[in-house]
C-alpha cells in the first residue's frame, strides 16, 4: 500500500500579508488617499466641479511644491487672501502630513477634469491671444512658470477670471511674490488682457475637450 505524504496544513499570517501589501502599495498611494478625502471634504467645493468658482484656481495637476508652499502660507497667516478668507481656517486645520498628502493627490489629477468652456471664436481672441503670447515671452514668464522652478504654479490653461484677480493683486502689491510685482509695474491693462487670453486659451494645448 502507498502511503501519501501528507504536508503540514499552512497557516496564513494575515499580519505578515497586511505588511507586504502596504509595502507594496507605498506610502505615496496611501498619502493620495488621504489627499483626496481632504480635498472632497476641504476643497472641491470651490476648487472642483462641484460649485467651481470662477475666482477660485484649478489645483489639478499644480506642481506639488506650489501647493505645500501655499498651504503653509496660509497656515501660518504669511498669505492671507480677501477673496479666500475661509483658506487660512481650512489650512490652520491640516497637519503638515495632511498638506502633503493634498499636495500628491492633486499632482496626480487630470485639469481637463475642470469642466471650463472657453469661447476661442469671439472677435479679437485671436489678437489678444497672439499679443499675449509676445508679450508673455518678452516678460519671460515661462522661466518660473512652466516647470523649471518648482516653487512656481503651472498657469497654462489657469481660468481668465483667476487669472486677472492674481495680476491684479500682485501689480497692487497686496499679494507678494518676489519677481511679479516690479515685472508688472509697467503692464498696461491691455497687456494683462492679452496676457490672460492667451494663458488661459492654453487649455488648448492640454488637448482638453472645450467648445470652440
Known amino acids: 500500500m502507498k502511503t501519501l505524504l501528507r504536508l503540514p496544513s499552512a497557516r496564513v499570517n494575515w499580519t505578515g500579508v497586511v505588511v507586504i501589501v502596504l509595502t507594496l502599495v507605498g506610502p505615496h498611494a496611501l498619502a493620495e488617499d488621504r489627499g483626496a478625502q481632504i480635498f472632497q471634504n476641504q476643497c472641491a467645493s470651490c476648487h472642483g466641479n462641484e460649485g467651481i468658482a470662477l475666482k477660485t484656481p484649478i489645483l ?5 511644491a506650489y501647493i505645500v508652499r501655499s498651504l503653509m502660507a496660509f497656515k501660518h497667516g504669511g498669505r492671507i487672501d480677501q477673496i479666500m478668507m475661509s483658506m487660512n481656517s481650512i489650512a490652520l486645520g491640516l497637519t503638515e502630513e495632511d498638506i502633503r498628502s493634498v499636495a500628491r493627490y492633486l499632482a496626480g489629477q487630470d485639469p481637463c477634469e475642470i469642466d471650463i468652456k472657453i469661447d476661442y471664436g469671439r472677435e479679437g481672441f485671436r489678437e489678444e491671444f497672439s499679443a499675449g503670447r509676445e508679450k508673455y515671452a518678452a516678460s519671460n514668464c515661462g522661466h518660473c512658470h512652466e516647470s ?4 512656481a504654479p503651472r498657469i497654462m490653461g489657469q481660468k481668465a477670471p483667476y487669472l486677472k484677480l492674481a495680476l491684479s493683486q500682485f501689480q497692487a502689491g497686496v499679494r ?3 519677481m511679479m510685482p ?18 488661459s486659451g492654453m487649455r488648448l494645448m492640454r488637448a482638453c475637450d472645450s467648445d470652440y
Open 182 to 199: 516690479r515685472m508688472l509695474q509697467s503692464w498696461t491693462e491691455e497687456d494683462f488682457q492679452n496676457v490672460v487670453t492667451y494663458i
Open 176 to 178: 507678494v511674490a518676489p
Open 60 to 64: 489639478h495637476g499644480q506642481e506639488p
Open 148 to 151: 523649471f522652478h518648482h516653487f
